[in-house]
């Protein structure tokens, strides 16, 4: 679906003036860029890129400065007056998709390998796009039109949306480990809102019953639709038949993974995993030193049992 409120060039100068008046409050209270983004929480360059008008805020992140800042509401009041996309183009086809979330009721998703798009950031939305070989206007393109399609679930009493996360969402690389960290940071944050919910599905998890690949159940007021995807190609079924079969896999699935608070504590291993994280060179390097160091200590401890670390894992059922 195409939307046209205006010109590429209205919408940056909207962002920028938003960015100018979050400027002045913050230097009005006296905090720096890093001492704001500490009390959001969120990250430095974050609040540096709203500023210069590069990054598009979201709602609950106008509605933090201005508590923070005193500003009365201003805020959050530009933020609702301002187009954030005037122009978006999405690919032709995927636009029925676009279409629909556009008046879904509720929505229902299992993603495997990468972050779905309505939870990606923009960084990971442009490295993604990136490393398909598309040129920088047209990765743009791409980054305004997915950002364009999470803004009605973000926004307060947005529709249902209930996520499933393989966790190779969290371990498949991409972009860079800030990248990684930031999207992690970002799923814990909207996980928090009243109508998102997300859970992962461990990778080390026996027994569950997955979908044969990523899928969404998007329910609209009056239809129920199936839809997945292939290379550059959208899917969509409306048999009742089959969109109650992919339910029930849906259902039971997530009954049996992490619950959402128990797949936050994943998410939080998975970021901290990410801050920690080095150049594939040095860690070779650690671990060639740790090797006979390890061998060392078992020896010295007369090959003592150790214990793995503690993770959560997902509620099985009887069978």
Known sequence: MSRRNGGAESGASTAAVFGEVLRHFREAA????????????????????VE????????????????????????????????????????????????????????????ERVVPGLLQTADYARALFSRRGADAEEVDS???????????????????????????CLRNGVGS???????????????????????????????????????????????????????????FNNDPAVYQRHSQTYDVLRADILSARESAALISDAMEGYEHHGPLRALRGALDQEQPQRRQRRQLRGNSPRFPRHRPHPRQQNP
Not at 30 to 49: K, M
Not at 196 to 225: N, T
């Open 177 to 235: 480990p800030e990248i990684m960290r930031e999207q992690c940071a970002h799923l814990l944050a909207v996980g928090q809102r009243r109508n998102i919910r997300i859970q992962v599905a461990p990778s080390d998890a026996f027994g569950l019953v997955r979908p044969r690949g990523s899928m969404s159940l998007i329910e609209l007021a009056d239809e129920r639709w199936v839809y997945s995807e292939s290379l550059d190609r959208g899917h």
């Open 30 to 49: 006296l905090l720096t860029q890093e001492g704001l983004a500490r009390q959001i929480p969120c990250d430095r360059s974050h609040v540096a890129r």
């Open 142 to 168: 791409r980054v305004r039109a997915r950002l364009s399609r999470q803004q009605r679930f973000l926004a307060d009493g947005g529709p249902l949306y209930v996520v499933i996360l393989d966790e190779s």
């Open 52 to 111: 210069a008008g590069t990054r598009v805020p979201q709602e609950s992140f106008a509605k933090k400065c201005d508590e923070l800042l005193d500003t009365g509401g201003v805020l959050l009041r530009l933020w609702g007056r301002i187009d954030w996309y005037p122009q978006v183009e999405h690919p032709d086809w995927f636009r029925r998709r676009a279409e629909m979330d556009e008046v879904a009721v509720a929505l229902r998703e299992y993603q």
